[in-house]
Each structure stands twice: as C-alpha cells, then as structure tokens.
C-alpha cells in the first residue's frame, strides 16, 4: 500500500499490529492509547516520524532496544513522552534515546543539541559498545544462516555451527576468563580439536541423514509401485469381464428361439464370472497388503536404525 501518514491517536489501541503491508509509512502517531510495548513495526523501514507519546510504556530501555535493532535508516523524530516511565525517569530517557538512536534529530519534538547527544553518548559508550558488538555477531550468524549447507539444515544440526564459540561468548564469565594473559593460548589447541571434531560429525550426519532420505525415496517408491501393480492387475480383471459380459449379452440378443434358451445356465455362468471377478480382486487387495506390510516393516526397521545412529552421533 502506498500511505505514507498514519494518525490512530486516541483510539485505545493495546497492541501494535496490522502495519505489515504499509510499507512506504513515513509518519505514525499512536498517540493517546493503551500501548505498554513496541512491537509491530519491523516492515516500516521509512519510518520517518513516530509518536507512542501517552501511551503506558513502562520500560523505555526496552522500547529504545527495538528501535535500535531495528536501525531505521530514516527515523529522525521521536515522541515518548507523557508515558508512566516519563514522570521519573525523563532524564535517563533522553540520555539513552540520544546513546542508542543516533539519527534521531528530534526527540520528544525538541531539536537536539549535540553536545547532549556527546554527553549521551560518552555516558553510555560500553553498553552501547556492547550492543554493537552483539548486533555484528547476529548479523554474522544471520548471514553464516544464509550461506549455511542445505545437507546440515536437512539434517537439522545446522545449530552446530559455531555452536561452542557462541555457547563460550554467552556464558556470563568468558568476558572475564578472556582478560587473562593465557587464555587464548590455553584455549586455541581446544578450538582445533573442537573444530576438527564439529566437522567430523558434519560429515558423519550427513551420510546418516542421505542415508535416511533415501530410505523414505525408496519405501514410496517401493508403495506406490505395489499400488500402480495392485491398480493395473484389478483394471485388467475388470476390462476382462466387461469385454466377457458384452459378448454373453449380446449372444442373448441373438438367440434365435427365446423360448427354449437356457436362462438360468445363463444367469449361473454370469454370476459364476462376477464370484471369479471378486475372488480375483480379492486376490489382489490381499497381496498389495502383504507388499505394503513387508515395505513399510523393512522401512521402519531401517529408518529406526539410522535415527538411532544420529541420535548416538549427535
């Protein structure tokens, strides 16, 4: 849709929602409502002005946060004032709105002044390090996803990748440890070692897992052959006796003395015929049983063995 202003102030609004599809908003007031967290605004990427000013946002960091990951490249005015958080914490709210949103040029409809931005931003360097730091490795990982091997997500261990280094960088002391002068050498050899073996069990699971697609290939294959055979038996059963029936029929319209004609030697042999035809048909539904039973046993044995095998791998 093409609506560049939006205005749903004063409309007891409690959840931010519907905006996808407006994707060329540049200005939305939500002044006035009901609305306790900033959400829904992912798709807005020229967003220019936005107003959440009286709304019930209790946590401004939070609130900072989204539209700071968001990294909206054309927001320049911001209005978040008048909410419960303001009445204490205004103070802190400008400091953390000018550390985090950089392009903003006005924050709660005052021009900012950049020697507040400078103070702003010395006050909250390391977090705001931090965060930047955070938001490259998620953008790393982002795209490590896009590039990732299609075999490891079919497999669904792509969540190993890089898994003992993100699982080192979230553990609350690795800040710490990494500071002492022997860490990187007491760690680097494990990484090695680490490395070497993630790779290992890349290659392993990936056999494992063609392995396990071309089971399940083959038991359909294997089904729906059995049901074109079991199909192509019962149609060569039926057109047999269709081409049977039309001939005794017409031998009927033929007969040349109906008064001394055979009716119930007739009527015997044809429904001797439809017995046969479903003793035959019966013959052939029992059989393609039998196959999807043996198919589906011989399946589930094999898949068994494979998905033990990953799940001990893994």
Known sequence: MNLEWLDLSFNLIEK???????????????????????QGLETLKQLNVLSVGSNKITDYQEG????????FPKLQVLKMADNPFYKTKEAEFKMYALAFLRKLKYLDYELIVEEDRATATEKHREEFNEQESQKNQDAQTEEQEKQMDPLLKSA??????????????????????SYFPKYHEVFQPHDVQIEEFTQKFH?????????????????????????????HESIALIDKFTSYRKHKFRELQNVKDPDHFDYNGFKKELYSQIDK??????????????????????????????????????
């Open 16 to 38: 931010i929602e519907g905006l996808e599809k407006l994707t060329k908003l540049s200005d939305l007031s939500l002044f006035s409502n009901n609305i306790s967290k900033l």
């Open 277 to 314: 035809l479903e003793d035959g048909l019966m013959e052939v539904e029992l059989k393609l049983q039998e196959s999807l039973q043996v198919a589906t046993t011989n399946f589930t044995e094999r898949i068994k063995k494979v998905l033990e095998e990953m799940r001990n791998k893994t």
């Open 203 to 231: 290659h392993d699971m990936k056999l494992r897992n063609k392995e396990k697609t071309n089971t399940i290939l083959y038991c359909e294959k294997v089904l729906n052959d059995s049901e074109r055979q079991a199909e």
């Open 156 to 177: 669904k261990i792509d969540c190993t990748v890089g898994m003992i280094a993100r699982i080192v960088r979230e553990h609350k002391e690795s800040k710490t440890l």
């Open 64 to 71: 900072i946060q989204y539209l700071y990951k968001l990294q």
